[in-house]
């Protein structure tokens, strides 16, 4: 399947919806506390996006349940919210979608709760760290498998490992759509679809401790590593304009 190439007003309709994802992703890290409990926190977030014009894209989504993905601690991606109440050193994983006007934003942040651990923090930093080196990397002409290669070693180089199995994506009419970007090389980075310009694409590295194999949980959603331990996920939405990436979903 060919990866789509957006016109520039494309490009502004998926950035509105993404800013929308970065807003609320804002407040919402803002606003959790200690003792909120992660259906609060879903609502929270629903109602902020709904207020700013936008729909929540993942409510119903391949069946999943909620608008706002709010993965704890050992849950690296796809938390589906609960009656459970975040805790002073929790991390929180909070993954959004809007659909705008036909087009899709998605944006990810992994927060703590309060004051964490130091090896929390440093997992934090590692997803956030290693999706700003893989913007910054962007440029039209390189392989996708070679962005995969800059993830990689982004997270490898902090002691960390990718989540296997699980990827960032293409973005714009559809939620999910080519390419597929793993944080990991598989095979030659010198081989597979080039970058180009007016592509528009999510970046997800996802990072585990010891393990990337992934365990889903029994609500078929939750994604863990089976060493049991923290995981992190951050996420942005990225076109390439001018030979370089422009991230969407800024608040």
Partial sequence: MAIALRKPEEIDKLRRAGAIVGQTLEYLRGVVKPGMSLKEID???????????????????????????????????????????VQEGDILGLD?????????????????VGKVSAEDERLIACSKEALDEAIDAIRQGMRF?????VLEEAITSRGFVPLRNYCGHGIGTKPHDEPNILNYVEGSPKQGPK????????????????????VVLEDEWSVVSEDGLHGSHYEHEIAVVGGKAVILTLP
């Fill in 43 to 85: 609502a929270l977030g629903e109602a902020f996006l709904c207020k700013l014009g936008a729909e929540p894209s993942f409510k119903g989504l391949y069946g999943f349940p909620a608008a706002v993905c709010t993965s704890v601690n050992e849950v690296i991606i796809h938390g589906v919210p609960t009656d459970y109440k």
């Fill in 195 to 214: 970058i180009k310009n007016g592509m528009v694409f999510c970046l997800e590295p996802m990072v585990c401790q010891r393990s990337g194999e992934p």
């Fill in 96 to 112: 959004i979608g809007t659909k705008l006007e036909g087009y899709y934003g998605d944006a990810a942040i992994t927060m703590p």
């Fill in 145 to 149: 498998k070679e962005l995969s290669a």
